[in-house]
């Protein structure tokens, strides 16, 4: 495996698995918190989907 | 609940809000970079930090440096691994790293790391009892009686097992100096007194009760006001006096003899026994309704004879100050296999005479001429491991989970031990997390070939 592709999946994995524990926090945010939380788990859903595009491009 | 001073190093925005979030009742600062987190260390003081590893998708484990630069100023480092590799996770580790989970688990692992880095602190703060007032060097004794001391300042009464002479006195009031309580600690051996007399130690008495009862005492009960009192040979109580004990626990309250007068006494129980309590209740010496008074935490103390480092550290404390004692190779061999049925008692004692006679060398003669009239009594066979009578009746005395982490320390261990310490064979073989591996490997202190010295 090339390091670009390690480096690739491993920013996936890691951003994926901030989106789970972004999803076990969200019923507890108050109104305010997950109008921020949804800002930044929209954000990270564009980069997992950029990170998937990369990777389509090393196979 | 003690607010810490925490530092995340995380480059990801919803990681950092995530850690916050769940950090939310502590002093927490964010730091997105390396750059920022190692300034943030320098300029601080943190108790402990979360690091990723691998800031952003062009990084090269940068992490690390920021874990040897906190490492450095003792902040306790916790790695918060993206399925990152073992060398790595090894790396971090030989850095100053002290735990790890895997990013997506905050919700279960940040409160577990948290709850046990402040019970961790405060045993730390103790650790120094082992080579003071309760000495040992065996690593399962140490983890026990660090275990044990996680529950000192607590309300929680502490059974204290082993056979005679293994120092359970010393490790209760090791407890109870523990305790932070403002009371004393006073000791009774049940097993010293008749029923009557325990009664009159226990309670106290009035001038004139009993025949004899030439003035008042006050009994331990109240001496161990706000303190601790140790019940030495608990087994040895008869049950009527037992009755009468649970109800002094119960009520907090008793009547000394002769008195209509109720006395109020609020003391912590610790208590021992050389006996096998399930054993004493199964015979209807033990009351059951007691022992679960008594019992809240259990501990084991293992006889001399299991524990042979211990007999050299021993015999060295007990000649602190006092005349030096060296022995022949043949001596020092003779009674570390000595089945020391007496226990650390006997051994001091059998010191206590090598000091008070001329000194120097011992030799093989010597040690044979005072320990059993010459006879060496064989060496005690170790417990068998893992049978399911005894981790059951280990689970019984320490709880369950304190039999688990035992047996799996010792699988581990083994199976370690037998593939050459390959960290993944044994993932594989055993089929458990890395973190549980790390955490045994720790724990345990298991020396790995190409551990860093």
């Given at each position: 495996m090339t390091a670009d592709l390690t480096k690739l999946l491993h920013d996936l994995k890691?951003?994926?698995?901030?989106?789970?524990?972004?999803?076990?926090l969200y019923k507890d945010c108050s109104a305010g918190e997950k109008k921020e939380m949804l800002a930044l788990m929209t954000a990270a859903a564009d980069e997992i989907a950029k990170t998937v595009q990369a990777l389509g491009k090393t196979a | 609940m003690q607010k810490l001073n925490i530092l995340v190093l995380e480059d990801d925005?919803?990681?950092?809000?995530?850690?916050a979030s769940r950090l939310a009742a502590h002093n927490v600062d964010l730091a997105g970079d390396l750059k920022t987190a190692l300034k943030k260390i320098e300029a601080n003081r943190y108790d402990l930090g979360f690091f990723d590893l691998m800031l952003g998708p062009d990084d090269d484990y940068s992490g690390l440096r920021a874990i040897a630069a906190a490492a450095a100023r003792n902040v306790y480092a916790v790695v918060v691994s993206s399925s990152d590799s073992d060398e790595i996770i090894d790396r971090a580790y030989e850095l100053g790293a002290g735990d790890f989970y895997s990013k997506g688990n905050e919700e279960s692992n940040v409160a577990d790391i948290l709850r046990k880095f402040l019970q961790n602190r405060k045993a730390a703060a103790a650790t120094d009892i082992f080579t003071s007032a309760f000495i040992t060097g065996d690593p399962e004794t140490k983890a026990a009686a660090g275990e044990a001391l996680k529950y000192a300042p607590t309300e929680l009464p502490i059974l204290i097992l082993g056979p005679s002479g293994?120092?359970?006195t010393s490790l209760a009031k090791v407890?109870?100096?523990?305790?932070?309580?403002?009371?004393?600690?006073?000791?009774?051996?049940?097993?010293?007194?008749?029923?009557?007399?325990?009664?009159?130690?226990?309670?106290?008495?009035?001038?004139?009760?009993?025949?004899g009862a030439a003035d008042s005492r006050k009994g331990r009960l109240l001496e161990a006001h706000k303190g601790t009192l140790f019940l030495d040979e608990i087994g040895a109580m008869s049950l009527g006096m037992q009755s009468k004990l649970l109800k002094a626990i119960e009520e907090r309250s008793f009547y000394p003899l002769g008195s209509e007068k109720p006395e109020h006494s609020e003391f912590r129980v610790i208590s021992a026994t050389l006996e096998d309590p399930q054993d004493l209740i199964a015979k209807g010496k033990m009351r059951f309704d007691l022992f679960q008074r008594v019992h809240g935490y259990t501990i084991n103390l293992k006889p001399l004879a299991d524990r042979k480092t211990d007999v050299f550290l021993l015999a060295q404390h007990f000649t602190k100050g006092g005349k030096r004692l060296s022995f022949t190779a043949e001596a020092r061999a003779w009674m570390e296999d000595y089945a020391w049925p007496g226990n650390v008692r006997?051994?001091?004692?059998?010191?206590?005479?090598?000091?008070s006679g001329e000194g120097g060398r011992?030799?093989?003669?010597?040690?044979?001429?005072?320990?059993?009239?010459?006879?060496?009594?064989?060496?005690?066979a170790p417990e068998a491991a893992g049978g399911p009578d005894a981790v059951y009746t280990d689970a019984l005395k320490r709880g369950l989970e304190a039999a688990l982490e035992k047996i799996s320390g010792e699988i581990i261990a083994r199976n370690l031990r037998e593939n050459g310490g390959k960290k993944t064979k044994t993932l594989e073989d055993l089929k458990i997390s890395t973190r549980l591996l790390y955490a045994t490997i720790k724990r345990l202190g298991i020396a790995l070939p190409g551990d860093k010295k």
């Amino acid at each position: 495996m090339t390091a670009d592709l390690t480096k690739l999946l491993h920013d996936l994995k890691s951003k994926c698995a901030s989106l789970k524990s972004a999803a076990d926090l969200y019923k507890d945010c108050s109104a305010g918190e997950k109008k921020e939380m949804l800002a930044l788990m929209t954000a990270a859903a564009d980069e997992i989907a950029k990170t998937v595009q990369a990777l389509g491009k090393t196979a | 609940m003690q607010k810490l001073n925490i530092l995340v190093l995380e480059d990801d925005k919803l990681a950092q809000k995530i850690m916050a979030s769940r950090l939310a009742a502590h002093n927490v600062d964010l730091a997105g970079d390396l750059k920022t987190a190692l300034k943030k260390i320098e300029a601080n003081r943190y108790d402990l930090g979360f690091f990723d590893l691998m800031l952003g998708p062009d990084d090269d484990y940068s992490g690390l440096r920021a874990i040897a630069a906190a490492a450095a100023r003792n902040v306790y480092a916790v790695v918060v691994s993206s399925s990152d590799s073992d060398e790595i996770i090894d790396r971090a580790y030989e850095l100053g790293a002290g735990d790890f989970y895997s990013k997506g688990n905050e919700e279960s692992n940040v409160a577990d790391i948290l709850r046990k880095f402040l019970q961790n602190r405060k045993a730390a703060a103790a650790t120094d009892i082992f080579t003071s007032a309760f000495i040992t060097g065996d690593p399962e004794t140490k983890a026990a009686a660090g275990e044990a001391l996680k529950y000192a300042p607590t309300e929680l009464p502490i059974l204290i097992l082993g056979p005679s002479g293994t120092g359970k006195t010393s490790l209760a009031k090791v407890l109870h100096e523990h305790s932070g309580r403002e009371g004393a600690f006073v000791a009774i051996n049940c097993s010293a007194y008749g029923e009557d007399l325990l009664e009159a130690e226990l309670f106290g008495y009035r001038k004139g009760a009993f025949t004899g009862a030439a003035d008042s005492r006050k009994g331990r009960l109240l001496e161990a006001h706000k303190g601790t009192l140790f019940l030495d040979e608990i087994g040895a109580m008869s049950l009527g006096m037992q009755s009468k004990l649970l109800k002094a626990i119960e009520e907090r309250s008793f009547y000394p003899l002769g008195s209509e007068k109720p006395e109020h006494s609020e003391f912590r129980v610790i208590s021992a026994t050389l006996e096998d309590p399930q054993d004493l209740i199964a015979k209807g010496k033990m009351r059951f309704d007691l022992f679960q008074r008594v019992h809240g935490y259990t501990i084991n103390l293992k006889p001399l004879a299991d524990r042979k480092t211990d007999v050299f550290l021993l015999a060295q404390h007990f000649t602190k100050g006092g005349k030096r004692l060296s022995f022949t190779a043949e001596a020092r061999a003779w009674m570390e296999d000595y089945a020391w049925p007496g226990n650390v008692r006997e051994l001091k004692k059998f010191i206590d005479l090598l000091s008070s006679g001329e000194g120097g060398r011992v030799g093989l003669d010597t040690v044979q001429k005072h320990l059993k009239g010459g006879q060496g009594a064989p060496r005690r066979a170790p417990e068998a491991a893992g049978g399911p009578d005894a981790v059951y009746t280990d689970a019984l005395k320490r709880g369950l989970e304190a039999a688990l982490e035992k047996i799996s320390g010792e699988i581990i261990a083994r199976n370690l031990r037998e593939n050459g310490g390959k960290k993944t064979k044994t993932l594989e073989d055993l089929k458990i997390s890395t973190r549980l591996l790390y955490a045994t490997i720790k724990r345990l202190g298991i020396a790995l070939p190409g551990d860093k010295k």
